[in-house]
């Protein structure tokens, strides 16, 4: 525990953890995660099933752009940092800084899946649709599911910066921040998979 | 409107027993209609179409509408007292949990009125659940209303694990948990990683019908058999889900009316763990004959067998815990020691399911609908009602009737042996299950008709709980704070029904058993484990109502999005109302997250005038 945390009138250390809510809302959501975890496990179990059933569709090695992918990832993964940046903020208890750092993952993120629509949006004029086979239905349900995911973090994030321009940081408001964090880094490790078995995988032949 | 803004997990339990209590009746009746087509050969009762949607409902409607909020009920009146927290970790979540679970529930019965129930069996198999041979919207009232009641019973599970892990009392270590608590604690942490993956099978099933996807269609490169995994990866754990707070039921009933400690506590702990956890290993014991090959077969079958070992250690403990005790059958009594041989001849018959090779003889016959109903009535129906005649004094202030009570148990038990016992000759003589007649000669038809007054006699002793609840309604709160005199849990050191607050002041737990042990100490109460003060509380909120109500919409309109007519050109109507929902959806979250809810305070002078007259 640092020594400033102590002073009369601040945030205690780990202002997340500080009330029981607090620390229900943590223990709660990683429990959330756990059951978000096997989710995505079936939709990736799913997908390993049907992978190959293209039919009359393009194969997975012929559709994927990888450099598209990969850009898409680097937006993605550096958001996990500028996340994570965040969260010191908030440990440090500097609102101002907190804030920047929100904006800027959230703006990575909105970069990510502008990527993304662009790339189905793509895919789609390539003859490769939702209906067109197994592969396909199973692959637009689990990177879309993840995009949606990725969605709806930034709504929420967008929802809580407001909410920290208008309230400050306090012991209400530091769990929804630290909660909010957690949630950035799951999509990101879900990423990291979905990279690897979909598209890292889906290249070879 | 009280109960439909009510955050406190006590009225929530009641709000939970009464809406699983009226989807029993449902399922009821729809057990018993399925009996009077069944009671005679060629009998042309229902038509074949409405036996499929009948059977289907019956399953489904038992399961998830029945089963599951009951033990809800059960597990929202109690955990929080049993641990002694003076709630839930998230009250809004909790009403939330049984909202979505209401309005899912009604979704899926809207279908009867609508031109036709779900069809395909209560496992909705592809392909015969898909748009190829289920055309009309059945399947998709199944899809929408379990995934959307799924999600109640998903947050009410993530709600009882944090409840039980942050919110014990001072001293109430995990080894000193409560044997019911610790139940519900394992049965959440199934449902948390149970029910995603059916969420996801529902939502894949969906994608099929609504969107046509090619999941499990052949022709489209899906795979009929991936349903099968994904169902049953949820399905098999589900049973546990059931199960587990039964057991824990048994556990305390057993206990309290031996006047003894329940024998092996830890041991019986443990074997809670090993069963959740093997739970999830045996899934493909429900598909032997799909053709894994034997590798697979082998190995689930004996993953299977080996629950055995957990479940006999539980059997025993209860066996031990009666030895040398002295027992008091009252009517909870009764229905836990009944529980008792009757979840054994389950077992057995569930050891010789497990066989592979002797699967393929049993598979699709009558002995598999003798056995899960020997588990889930023969087990969890028992433990319900045990659990429910004795938590009735503390959940609403008044006692039972004990002699209608028993008239209950002995009804619905000998009903309940007449019904299924003769269904196992029925199997082994190659009576199929699923199917809505039979002929004449085949020797079927005396069994048949002893099965079907079996269930009548359980519809009997349904009724005569029903009229006990009405009996007992009508009377002046009569109960004791601890009205079996021998309560051993921290529930029975409060008064009945507890006051809002649950806990005047949190207790100082200081063993197992944490009543009883004051009480043989020769102390008249807990020990506080803090002074008297205001108690903070939750506001209750209007919004979880709306949620539900949003989601029910929503599910309504996209299911009709192919149907309905057209709104400003080609934009269907049926999305423009699910788009309504899912807004109305929402809005009720953007509001909780503005709007902050700071609760109220319960002054101490009115913890004091409460407490004062109590004594």
Known sequence: ?205 | MDWLTTVDHKKIGILYMIAGGFFFLVGGLEAILIRVQLWKPLNNFVSADTYNELLTMHGTTMIFLAAMPLLFALMNAVIPLQIGARDVAFPFVNSLGFWTFLFGGILLNVSWFTGGAPDAGWTSYAPLAGTTYNGDHGVDYYVLGLQIAGIGTLIGGINFLVTIINMRAPGMTFMRMPMFTWAAFITSALILFAFPALAVGLAALMFDRLFDANFFDPSGGGNAVLWEHIFWIFGHPEVYILILPAFGVISEVISTFSRKRLFGYSSMVFATILIGFLGFMVWAHHMFTVGLGPVANALFSIATMLIAVPTGIKIFNWLFTMWGGSIKFTTANLFAVGFIPTFVMGGVTGVMLAAAPADFQYHDSYFVVAHFHYVIVGGLVLGIFSGLHYWWPKMFGRMLNETLGKLTFWTFFIGFHLTFFIQHFLGLLGMPRRIWTYLDGLGFNEMNMISTVGAFLMGFGTIFFLLNVVITAFKPQNAPADPWEDGRTLEWTIPSPPPEYNFAQTPLVRGYDAYWKEKTDGHKGMTPAEPIGPIHMPSPSILPFFMGFGLFIAGLGFMYAKDWGNLFGSFKSGYALGIVGLLILFGCMFLRSVIDDHGFHIEEEEILRDMGGKA
Not at chain 1, 47 to 61: I, S, T
Not at chain 1, 108 to 119: D, M, P, R, S, V
Not at chain 1, 145 to 169: P, S
């Open chain 1, 1 to 205: 525990m640092s020594a400033h945390s102590h002073v009369e009138g601040q945030l205690p250390h780990e202002p997340e953890k500080a009330t029981l809510e607090g620390r229900n809302k943590v223990l709660g959501f990683w429990l959330f995660l756990g059951g978000e975890t096997v989710l995505f496990g079936t939709l990736f179990s799913a997908f390993l099933a049907l992978r190959n059933q293209v039919l009359d569709g393009p194969p997975a090695h012929e559709l994927f752009q990888l450099p598209l992918v990969a850009l898409a990832t680097a937006l993605l993964l550096t958001s996990s940092l500028t996340s994570v940046f965040a969260v010191h903020a908030l440990h440090t208890n500097r609102v101002k800084a907190l804030i920047n750092w929100l904006i800027i993952t959230v703006i990575l993120g909105a970069g990510f899946l502008a990527l993304e629509i662009y790339e189905f949006w793509h895919y789609v004029h390539e003859g490769h649709g939702f209906t067109t086979s197994a592969f396909s239905s199973s692959f637009y349900t689990l990177v879309g599911f993840h995009g949606a995911h990725v969605a709806f973090g930034i709504t929420w994030i967008t929802l809580i910066i407001i909410q920290l321009a208008r309230k400050g940081l306090t012991v209400v408001t530091a769990p929804k921040v630290y909660v909010a964090g957690m949630y950035w880094h799951f999509i990101d490790v879900v990423w990291v998979f979905i990279f690897t078995v979909v598209y890292l995988m889906g290249k070879v032949v």
